[in-house]
């Protein structure tokens, strides 16, 4: 398209949308509400000349999609956008809880952030515990999640406990709906946790890395071997789940909550016995997500990392294998593909912390460190660890009032709000893929020491673009495994 062309569409007829072209004879257009429509180059033409015929069903899909202003254009506009970001009307609903910074493990990407068992300065106190909890309580959604994150939390069990038994108690005087979260290496798993854990509706999630021997070499265990232990315990809590009659009709057995995959230089090879084991598991599906870097030392990086361009060649073999395993029967899901089909199809945004603009960062989710002091996201706190405390927004005060008046009232949280919403944002505002992408603030502050990073320099989105490119091309080129992905959010 010329410049002269787009100079004269037609803008009285037709809403605000933004365009790429798929290869040589498509366009995609998106809109602000996340619609989105693939026009040959004939009617992208007539489209925006407003010369489609319309009676033809590419008009009446347009119309349909806010594509053409009609008489309730801005109306329409206004409540579909807002009935897609609700999530903003509700404030953090996810809460993370680092119970302890010790761990059996020394794993390869976490070494530089763990404790040493011995170090028992850093678990948490049931005072600290009980004052954070008392905090989560007076946040404003009425959806409360608590999660219990690294460090290894059943080293510090009793604390767990505390926090899971009084958290009942105000869900149940405030009338907050609650549910846990506990991500755990299992190593530490036992009958009688198992037992409180399943008892509580503890949902629970852990770390897989693969196949045996990808996993054991990412994930440092002197005292055993990790892969078993994991292994054993997955299966036992699905049998636990089984017999405590938490079953699934669609899942037979119904799984262990789930499982997280971080992917080094070492898994990229691997990618079928990973995805195999996944599924040998009875998994729901698989989490693709990449490397960051700031869960290991600066000197395991080489060893470690990978490029973006070696990460989108995993993604896309991965995803080659995942939907042929789904041609043969079995519905196992790409994770982080299924959040991004969310977003295109759905008419709400799935509200995934990150995957969202502004971002859930410091307004969805918070982190609450071993010590009392609240950090903006998972991540931030992470970056904490390191000795970068831009993200800190306050220590614990003596009530909750005043501890979450400060985490409101915090400069982080207005920062994060303002850089992490894609709205004028270079380069993101005007992309395609707007109303899909988002920008992740702390990866670009550690990786550039600037938070707001236009997006042709953005290391990341090359990543995210990738995914909605694999998408777009199923969607346009691929009618059979276009249904197995829309399959994968319930189409
Ligand atoms: S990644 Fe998890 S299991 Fe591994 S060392 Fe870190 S906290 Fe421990």
């Not at 945004?349 to 989710?365: E, K, L, N, V």
């Not at 000795?387 to 306050?394: N, S, V, Y």
């Not at 899909?436 to 603030?441: E, F, L, P």
């Amino acid at each position: 398209m010329d410049i002269t062309s787009i100079k004269s569409v037609s803008t009285d007829a037709i809403g605000f949308f933004r365009f790429k072209k798929l290869g040589k004879k498509d366009y995609l257009i998106t809109n602000d509400i996340g619609e989105f429509s693939i026009l040959t180059c004939e009617e992208f033409d007539s489209f925006t000349h407003n010369i489609l015929d319309k009676k033809s069903e590419k008009h009446q899909e347009l119309n349909r999609k806010s594509f053409f202003k009609g008489p309730n254009y801005e109306k329409t506009l206004a409540l579909a956008y807002a009935n897609k970001h609700k999530f903003l009307a509700y404030g953090p609903s996810l809460h993370m809880i680092i119970t302890t910074l010790r761990c059996n493990h020394k794993c390869q990407y976490c070494h530089a952030a763990v404790a040493p068992m011995s170090a028992k300065e850093f678990d948490m106190t049931k005072e600290t515990a009980t004052k954070v909890v008392d905090t989560i309580f007076y946040t404003s959604s009425i959806n409360i999640t608590i999660e219990f994150q690294w460090g290894e939390s059943l080293v510090n069990w009793d604390v767990v406990k505390h926090v899971v038994e009084y958290a009942e108690i105000k869900a149940g005087h405030l009338k907050k709906q609650l549910s846990f979260a506990l991500v755990t290496n299992l190593v530490s798993m036992d009958e009688e946790k198992l037992n409180f854990l399943i008892d509580h509706k503890v949902g629970m999630s852990t770390s897989l890395d693969g196949n045996e021997e990808v996993h054991n070499y990412n994930r440092t265990y002197t005292e055993g071997n990790s892969y078993k232990k994991v292994i054993y315990w997955i299966k036992r809590i699905n049998e636990r789940y089984i017999e405590a009659g938490l079953h699934d009709e669609k899942w037979k057995p119904l799984r262990i909550g789930g499982a997280l995959l971080t992917i080094t230089k070492k898994t990229l090879p691997a990618y079928k016995e990973v995805i195999d084991t996944y599924c040998d598991l009875w998994m729901e599906g698989i989490f693709l997500r990449w490397l960051n870097p700031y869960w290991f030392a600066a000197s395991e990086l080489e060893k470690l990392s990978y490029s973006e361009q070696e990460w989108i060649d995993f993604y896309k073999k991965s995803m080659d294998y995942i939907i042929e395993i789904n041609k043969k029967g079995t519905f196992f899901r790409e994770q982080l593909t299924s959040v991004y089909l969310q977003k295109i199809f759905a008419p709400e945004d799935p509200s995934f912390m990150d995957i969202r603009s502004p971002s859930g960062i410091a307004i969805g989710c918070l982190a609450y460190n071993y010590d009392g002091k609240v950090y903006a996201s998972d991540e931030s706190r992470m970056l904490g660890r390191m000795g970068i405390e831009d993200f800190l927004m306050t220590d614990m005060k003596d009530t909750w009032k005043e501890t979450y008046e400060a985490i409101m009232n915090a400069e982080v949280t207005k920062i994060a709000v303002q850089s992490t919403c894609l709205d004028g944002l270079p380069g993101y505002n005007d992309h395609v893929y707007k109303p899909y992408i988002w920008v992740d603030i702390i990866h670009n502050f550690k990786t550039t020491g600037n938070l707001y990073v236009p997006l042709v320099k953005d290391k990341k989105i090359d990543m995210q673009i990738a995914v909605l490119d694999y998408i777009f091309d199923k969607l346009r080129n691929n009618p059979e495994d276009a249904k197995i992905l829309k399959s994968w959010i319930g189409l």
